[in-house]
């Protein structure tokens, strides 16, 4: 058999064993009508596993719900800003840019830059969201859940911060905690092992604010977006997330009808939290375990094909053009169309769209599953949410091209009076997924500005605030207020 043919057989396998009869109820299943569940949170799973590591997504949603092991590899330079020359003699901060190991220096007249260098790859747990931001409303929920069992919004500020680390360092297993408050810092349990220090420099004398705020901003574009912060590499195969319902179903009715950025842990029962504990125990670090599909590249395939596109679809839409519209909708479903999906000559019933639907759902996915022996846990979950994200977008982009292909019928031009319907559909499906790249400054800003989202340690009181703006990266600087009104770091 040549490999075509095997491959093909593999996935006819698939599709046969997954959906039984084969043909008979594709009506049912593949029906463009059903979306789905509100309780449901393989989108959730989908944006937060595509955004890790990526500062402009996470401090949108600053509620991290990921935690999951990495490795900070060989040679990676780590910068701790200090009032003296001496080396910390227990746990303490480090971050991945001087800019902001720079602003732990808390007094003017001395400050000391120490720079370390990993001298192994350091086992490090990541916490995703704005982790590092000392706010009781939730970035800190899933590391207070690791370190004292129980979520502790009352433990939510920089007084608990050092027993905070020490509790998570005393876990063992790891060498180090990874978090974000517009950049990344690490919580290094030990300075004694797996890092050497490489200088230390005493610094000129300079308040923070308002060059090194400023520079410390401008330092967090540098991860926006994918790949984000590439000196630590996760290994997904092994990651938690608090959004999987099989993992921690008691919050599922803690999230029901809020708003995303309201979810968070609070809530969480017991045993959840046993279960929770429990999979970051059996975290191991070494020969890598789990299928090999790189899942980091599967997700972001799916982003790229359809971020941008979904916006243009908007535009247009916003701009009343169907016709335009469908034209794009025909391009987006290319390798789905079938020659053999042909509408009925009468009637409004899109069943004949079904096998449409399924190819462009399972396109992504389908011979994915055929690695499932040796699938984790955690990667049983990743191909679940990206078949749960393509099938819904799969579904309302179908549909909308299938209304397209009914009205066509008869007819040689799409009626302008479908735009508004997809309009809504389209806004709906962008509102459920989510996804960081359709928050931008509108217009694009100036060169020398940078596009920025309120939030700590800054412009805590704008936290809630989704609409980002321009801030001018030099003088006269605009958009800060300065650090002694911010919340410490
Ligand atoms: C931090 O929270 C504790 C209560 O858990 C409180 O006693 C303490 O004053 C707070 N510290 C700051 C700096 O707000
Ligand atoms: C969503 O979850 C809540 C809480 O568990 C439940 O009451 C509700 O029925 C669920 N909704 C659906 C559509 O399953
Ligand atoms: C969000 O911010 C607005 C002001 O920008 C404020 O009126 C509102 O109360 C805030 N909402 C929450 C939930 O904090």
């Known amino acids: 058999m040549s490999w075509f043919l095997l491959l093909f057989y593999l996935v006819n396998t698939i599709i046969a064993r997954t959906q039984t009869p084969l043909l008979a109820n594709i009506a049912d299943e593949w029906g463009l009508n059903a979306p789905p569940n509100p309780n449901s949170t393989g989108h959730l799973v989908f944006d937060t596993v595509s955004s890790l590591l990526q500062h402009w997504p996470n401090t949108q949603y600053h509620t991290g719900h990921t935690i999951v092991p990495g490795t900070i590899s060989t040679g990676t ?12 003699t227990a746990s303490e901060w480090v971050s991945t840019d001087p800019e902001f190991g720079r602003l732990f220096c808390t007094k003017i007249e001395s400050c000391w830059l120490l720079t370390f260098i990993a001298t192994r790859p350091l086992r490090v747990l990541y916490f995703d969201g704005s982790s590092a931001t000392k706010a009781p409303d939730g970035p800190m929920d899933t590391q207070d859940l690791l ?3 129980v979520v502790s919004p009352e433990c939510a500020n920089v007084s608990w911060e050092y027993r905070r680390m020490e509790r998570l360092c005393s876990m063992g297993g790891f060498d180090a905690y990874v978090r974000m408050q517009l950049n990344f810092e690490i919580m290094l349990c030990s300075f004694t092992d797996g890092v050497q220090i490489a200088s230390g420099s005493h610094l000129e004398a300079e308040p923070i ?3 090194h705020g400023y520079a410390f901003v401008h330092s967090s574009k540098w991860h926006d977006s994918y790949p984000g912060e590439t000196r630590i590499q996760l290994d997904l195969t092994q990651l938690v997330s608090l959004y999987d319902v099989e993992l921690a179903p008691s919050l599922v009715a803690h999230r029901a009808g809020q708003p995303r950025h309201a979810h968070r842990l609070l809530g969480i029962d017991e045993r959840d939290t ?4 429990e999979r970051v125990r059996a975290i191991t ?3 890598g375990i789990g299928s090999g599909v790189d899942w980091q590249a ?8 359809y971020a941008t596109r979904l916006e243009l679809l908007q535009l247009t839409l916003d701009n009343g053009a169907a016709e335009h519209a469908f034209h794009q909708l ?6 789905y169309r079938l020659r053999s999906a042909i509408p009925p000559p009468a009637g409004r019933d899109t069943a004949w769209a079904g096998p449409v639907f399924r190819a462009c759902a399972q396109g992504h996915t389908a011979f994915t599953e055929s690695m499932q022996a040796a699938f984790t846990a955690s990667e049983w979950l990743l191909l679940s949410t990206m078949q749960e994200t393509t099938r819904e977008i799969c579904r309302v982009l179908v549909r909308m091209w299938a209304d397209g292909v009914l009205a066509l019928r008869g007819s040689s031009a799409i009626p302008d009076s479908l735009a508004p319907k997809w309009k809504t559909e389209v806004d709906a499906l962008v509102g459920w997924l989510g996804w960081s790249e359709w928050t931008k400054c509108r217009p694009a800003c100036a060169p020398d500005e940078s596009c920025y989202l309120p939030g700590a340690p800054f412009s805590m009181e704008q ?3 989704t609409e980002p703006r321009c801030i001018r990266l030099i003088e006269p600087y605009s958009g800060l207020r300065s650090l002694a009104s911010a919340r410490a770091f």
Not at 330 to 335: A, D, H, M, N, V
Request: charged share 10%.
């Open 209 to 211: 604010f308002p060059h």
């Open 274 to 277: 046993a279960a929770v504990l």
């Open 298 to 305: 599967q997700f972001q395939v799916i982003r790229h094909r």
């Open 77 to 88: 330079l780590l910068y701790h800003g200090r009032g003296d020359a001496h080396p910390p």
């Open 147 to 149: 370190a004292w069992g």
């Open 463 to 465: 936290w809630n605030v």
């Open 330 to 335: 025909q391009i987006l479903l290319t390798p």
């Open 285 to 287: 670090f070494g020969p």
